[in-house]
Protein backbone atom coordinates (compact mmCIF):
# COMPACT_ATOMS: atom_id res chain seq x y z
CA UNK A 1 0.00 0.00 0.00
CA UNK A 2 1.25 3.61 -0.87
CA UNK A 3 1.77 6.24 1.50
CA UNK A 4 -0.69 8.45 0.32
CA UNK A 5 -3.70 5.58 0.62
CA UNK A 6 -1.80 4.58 4.31
CA UNK A 7 -2.68 8.07 4.81
CA UNK A 8 -6.13 8.50 3.41
CA UNK A 9 -7.00 5.16 5.20
CA UNK A 10 -6.14 7.05 8.67
CA UNK A 11 -7.74 10.32 7.39
CA UNK A 12 -11.09 8.68 6.62
CA UNK A 13 -10.90 6.45 10.11
CA UNK A 14 -10.54 10.15 11.66
CA UNK A 15 -13.31 11.57 10.93
CA UNK A 16 -15.16 8.73 11.19
CA UNK A 17 -14.27 8.59 15.05
CA UNK A 18 -15.56 12.34 15.48
CA UNK A 19 -18.19 11.68 13.40
CA UNK A 20 -19.03 9.01 16.01
CA UNK A 21 -18.64 11.67 18.84
CA UNK A 22 -20.48 14.74 17.21
CA UNK A 23 -23.18 12.46 15.73
CA UNK A 24 -24.76 11.74 19.25
CA UNK A 25 -24.36 14.76 20.55
CA UNK A 26 -27.66 16.83 21.80
CA UNK A 27 -28.67 19.71 20.05
CA UNK A 28 -27.76 21.81 23.19
CA UNK A 29 -24.11 20.42 23.47
CA UNK A 30 -23.42 21.67 19.66
CA UNK A 31 -23.56 25.18 20.84
CA UNK A 32 -20.91 24.50 24.18
CA UNK A 33 -18.03 26.84 24.23
CA UNK A 34 -14.68 25.03 23.64
CA UNK A 35 -11.41 26.03 24.42
CA UNK A 36 -10.73 27.99 21.48
CA UNK A 37 -12.23 30.89 22.36
CA UNK A 38 -15.31 32.59 20.75
CA UNK A 39 -15.85 28.84 19.06
CA UNK A 40 -18.61 26.15 19.55
CA UNK A 41 -18.64 23.03 18.87
CA UNK A 42 -20.70 23.97 15.91
CA UNK A 43 -17.61 26.32 14.60
CA UNK A 44 -15.01 23.49 14.99
CA UNK A 45 -17.05 21.02 12.90
CA UNK A 46 -17.80 23.95 10.05
CA UNK A 47 -14.09 24.62 10.40
CA UNK A 48 -13.50 21.20 9.05
CA UNK A 49 -16.24 21.25 7.09
CA UNK A 50 -15.21 24.62 5.35
CA UNK A 51 -11.61 23.84 5.12
CA UNK A 52 -12.26 20.16 3.46
CA UNK A 53 -14.34 22.08 0.54
CA UNK A 54 -11.12 24.36 0.33
CA UNK A 55 -9.12 20.95 -0.23
CA UNK A 56 -11.31 19.59 -2.16
CA UNK A 57 -11.44 23.17 -4.55
CA UNK A 58 -7.90 23.06 -4.75
CA UNK A 59 -7.78 19.49 -5.51
CA UNK A 60 -10.37 19.90 -8.73
CA UNK A 61 -10.52 23.54 -9.58
CA UNK A 62 -6.57 25.13 -9.10
CA UNK A 63 -7.80 28.43 -10.83
CA UNK A 64 -11.02 28.51 -8.50
CA UNK A 65 -9.28 28.10 -5.68
CA UNK A 66 -6.78 31.23 -6.58
CA UNK A 67 -9.80 32.89 -6.26
CA UNK A 68 -10.13 31.62 -2.32
CA UNK A 69 -5.90 32.43 -1.82
CA UNK A 70 -6.85 35.96 -2.66
CA UNK A 71 -9.72 36.09 -0.44
CA UNK A 72 -7.57 34.90 2.58
CA UNK A 73 -4.51 37.04 1.46
CA UNK A 74 -6.90 40.22 1.86
CA UNK A 75 -8.00 39.57 5.82
CA UNK A 76 -5.09 37.03 6.61
CA UNK A 77 -6.62 37.43 10.64
CA UNK A 78 -10.28 37.04 9.96
CA UNK A 79 -10.87 34.90 6.86
CA UNK A 80 -10.52 31.61 8.85
CA UNK A 81 -12.77 32.68 11.49
CA UNK A 82 -15.20 33.85 9.39
CA UNK A 83 -15.65 30.45 7.73
CA UNK A 84 -16.29 29.12 10.82
CA UNK A 85 -18.88 31.08 12.02
CA UNK A 86 -21.29 31.39 8.36
CA UNK A 87 -21.01 27.59 8.97
CA UNK A 88 -21.70 27.39 12.41
CA UNK A 89 -25.24 29.13 11.66
CA UNK A 90 -26.48 26.09 9.50
CA UNK A 91 -28.97 23.88 11.56
CA UNK A 92 -27.11 21.02 12.95
CA UNK A 93 -28.73 18.34 10.30
CA UNK A 94 -27.75 20.28 7.25
CA UNK A 95 -23.88 21.46 9.05
CA UNK A 96 -23.46 17.16 9.49
CA UNK A 97 -24.54 16.51 6.25
CA UNK A 98 -22.48 19.27 4.62
CA UNK A 99 -18.75 17.62 6.39
CA UNK A 100 -20.16 14.25 5.74
CA UNK A 101 -20.43 14.88 2.43
CA UNK A 102 -17.02 16.55 2.14
CA UNK A 103 -15.48 14.26 3.70
CA UNK A 104 -16.43 11.51 0.87
CA UNK A 105 -15.60 13.82 -1.96
CA UNK A 106 -11.98 14.66 -1.07
CA UNK A 107 -11.15 11.37 -0.07
CA UNK A 108 -12.51 9.99 -3.22
CA UNK A 109 -10.72 12.68 -5.20
CA UNK A 110 -7.19 11.80 -3.34
CA UNK A 111 -7.83 8.67 -4.24
CA UNK A 112 -8.30 9.62 -7.98
CA UNK A 113 -5.67 11.98 -8.40
CA UNK A 114 -2.48 11.28 -10.31
CA UNK A 115 0.24 9.74 -8.94
CA UNK A 116 3.03 12.70 -8.34
CA UNK A 117 0.38 15.42 -8.40
CA UNK A 118 0.81 18.61 -6.77
CA UNK A 119 -1.97 20.76 -5.80
CA UNK A 120 -2.44 24.81 -4.77
CA UNK A 121 -2.34 25.21 -1.05
CA UNK A 122 -2.07 28.45 1.23
CA UNK A 123 0.98 27.88 1.92
CA UNK A 124 3.79 25.44 -0.26
CA UNK A 125 2.15 23.18 -2.53
CA UNK A 126 0.68 19.69 -1.16
CA UNK A 127 1.04 16.28 -2.42
CA UNK A 128 -2.10 13.75 -2.33
CA UNK A 129 -0.32 12.36 1.30
CA UNK A 130 0.39 15.89 2.50
CA UNK A 131 -3.20 17.60 1.89
CA UNK A 132 -4.22 14.05 3.45
CA UNK A 133 -1.96 14.38 6.12
CA UNK A 134 -3.15 18.16 7.30
CA UNK A 135 -6.55 17.30 6.70
CA UNK A 136 -5.93 14.05 9.59
CA UNK A 137 -3.93 16.55 11.56
CA UNK A 138 -6.61 19.38 11.67
CA UNK A 139 -9.27 16.71 12.27
CA UNK A 140 -7.41 15.35 14.95
CA UNK A 141 -6.91 18.70 16.70
CA UNK A 142 -10.37 20.38 16.40
CA UNK A 143 -11.90 16.78 17.47
CA UNK A 144 -9.54 17.16 20.95
CA UNK A 145 -11.55 20.69 21.36
CA UNK A 146 -14.55 19.48 20.87
CA UNK A 147 -13.53 16.20 23.68
CA UNK A 148 -12.75 18.83 25.56
CA UNK A 149 -15.69 20.80 25.63
CA UNK A 150 -17.59 17.97 26.02
CA UNK A 151 -15.91 16.02 28.88
CA UNK A 152 -14.63 12.96 26.64
CA UNK A 153 -11.62 11.71 26.63
CA UNK A 154 -10.35 9.84 23.48
CA UNK A 155 -8.06 6.96 23.63
CA UNK A 156 -5.17 7.84 21.15
CA UNK A 157 -3.96 5.96 18.37
CA UNK A 158 -1.37 4.86 16.42
CA UNK A 159 -2.74 7.85 13.54
CA UNK A 160 -0.63 10.44 15.68
CA UNK A 161 2.06 9.62 14.02
CA UNK A 162 0.81 11.76 10.97
CA UNK A 163 0.49 14.56 13.38
CA UNK A 164 4.00 14.04 15.05
CA UNK A 165 5.82 13.83 11.56
CA UNK A 166 3.93 17.35 10.49
CA UNK A 167 5.03 18.56 13.78
CA UNK A 168 8.54 17.98 13.19
CA UNK A 169 8.81 18.29 9.68
CA UNK A 170 7.66 22.47 10.56
CA UNK A 171 10.19 22.97 12.87
CA UNK A 172 11.92 25.39 10.97
CA UNK A 173 8.46 27.22 9.78
CA UNK A 174 7.18 27.97 13.68
CA UNK A 175 10.90 30.15 14.05
CA UNK A 176 10.38 31.84 10.41
CA UNK A 177 7.19 32.90 11.69
CA UNK A 178 8.01 34.59 14.29
CA UNK A 179 11.16 36.24 12.68
CA UNK A 180 13.46 33.67 14.40
CA UNK A 181 16.47 31.96 12.64
CA UNK A 182 15.75 28.43 12.44
CA UNK A 183 18.56 26.30 14.08
CA UNK A 184 21.23 24.74 11.45
CA UNK A 185 21.29 21.44 13.01
CA UNK A 186 18.70 18.51 12.61
CA UNK A 187 16.73 18.18 16.45
CA UNK A 188 16.67 13.97 17.64
CA UNK A 189 13.09 13.78 17.90
CA UNK A 190 12.01 9.91 20.32
CA UNK A 191 8.19 9.65 20.95
CA UNK A 192 6.37 6.83 22.83
CA UNK A 193 3.57 5.89 20.95
CA UNK A 194 0.30 4.71 22.19
CA UNK A 195 1.21 0.96 22.06
CA UNK A 196 4.85 1.63 23.73
CA UNK A 197 6.47 1.69 20.21
CA UNK A 198 9.13 4.06 19.92
CA UNK A 199 8.72 6.88 17.22
CA UNK A 200 12.37 8.56 16.03
CA UNK A 201 13.06 11.07 13.89
CA UNK A 202 15.88 13.16 13.19
CA UNK A 203 20.01 11.71 13.54
CA UNK A 204 20.93 9.59 17.00
CA UNK A 205 23.79 11.40 17.18
CA UNK A 206 21.61 15.46 17.25
CA UNK A 207 22.88 17.20 20.64
CA UNK A 208 19.99 18.78 21.14
CA UNK A 209 16.94 16.29 21.46
CA UNK A 210 13.12 15.98 22.30
CA UNK A 211 11.51 13.39 24.02
CA UNK A 212 8.39 12.15 25.36
CA UNK A 213 5.05 10.86 24.82
CA UNK A 214 3.94 11.09 21.17
CA UNK A 215 0.01 12.31 22.85
CA UNK A 216 1.73 15.13 24.64
CA UNK A 217 3.93 16.04 20.95
CA UNK A 218 0.73 16.03 19.06
CA UNK A 219 -0.63 18.31 22.03
CA UNK A 220 1.96 20.63 21.57
CA UNK A 221 2.43 21.41 18.32
CA UNK A 222 -1.28 21.64 17.39
CA UNK A 223 -1.51 24.21 20.51
CA UNK A 224 -3.95 22.17 21.99
CA UNK A 225 -2.09 22.14 25.51
CA UNK A 226 0.55 24.34 27.52
CA UNK A 227 4.03 23.33 27.76
CA UNK A 228 3.74 23.41 31.04
CA UNK A 229 1.18 20.78 31.37
CA UNK A 230 2.84 18.29 29.07
CA UNK A 231 5.54 15.89 30.08
CA UNK A 232 8.41 16.57 27.05
CA UNK A 233 12.16 16.84 27.99
CA UNK A 234 14.39 18.91 25.76
CA UNK A 235 18.24 18.90 25.45
CA UNK A 236 19.56 22.05 24.42
CA UNK A 237 18.70 25.60 23.99
CA UNK A 238 17.42 25.29 20.43
CA UNK A 239 15.07 22.44 21.22
CA UNK A 240 14.18 24.12 24.69
CA UNK A 241 12.95 27.28 22.41
CA UNK A 242 11.25 24.64 20.47
CA UNK A 243 8.57 23.78 22.79
CA UNK A 244 7.63 26.62 23.20
CA UNK A 245 6.87 27.93 19.83
CA UNK A 246 6.25 24.34 17.75
CA UNK A 247 3.09 24.61 15.89
CA UNK A 248 2.37 22.05 12.91
CA UNK A 249 -0.29 24.64 11.37
CA UNK A 250 0.35 26.58 8.53
CA UNK A 251 -0.84 30.73 8.89
CA UNK A 252 0.51 32.83 11.69
CA UNK A 253 2.13 32.02 14.69
CA UNK A 254 -0.87 30.55 17.08
CA UNK A 255 -1.73 31.89 20.22
CA UNK A 256 -1.49 28.97 22.22
CA UNK A 257 -3.34 27.44 25.35
CA UNK A 258 -2.56 28.97 28.85
CA UNK A 259 -0.95 26.51 31.27
CA UNK A 260 -3.93 25.05 33.63
CA UNK A 261 -2.20 26.56 36.62
CA UNK A 262 -1.99 29.90 35.11
Not at 21 to 42: C, F, I, K, M
Not at 180 to 204: H, I, K
Amino acid sequence: MSDAAVVLDDLRDEGAELDGLVGGLLQREWALDTPAAGWSVAHQIAHLAWTDAASLLAVTDADAFAGEVEKALASPESFVDEGAEAGALLPVGELLSWWRDGREQLQQALRDAPVGVRFPWYGPPMSVASMATGRLMETWAHGQDIADAVGVTRKPTARLRHVARIGVRARDFAFGVRGLDAPGEEFRVELTGPGGELWVYGPESAPQRVSGAAIDFCLLVTQRAHRDDLALRAVGADADRWLDIAQAFAGPAGAGRPAKGA
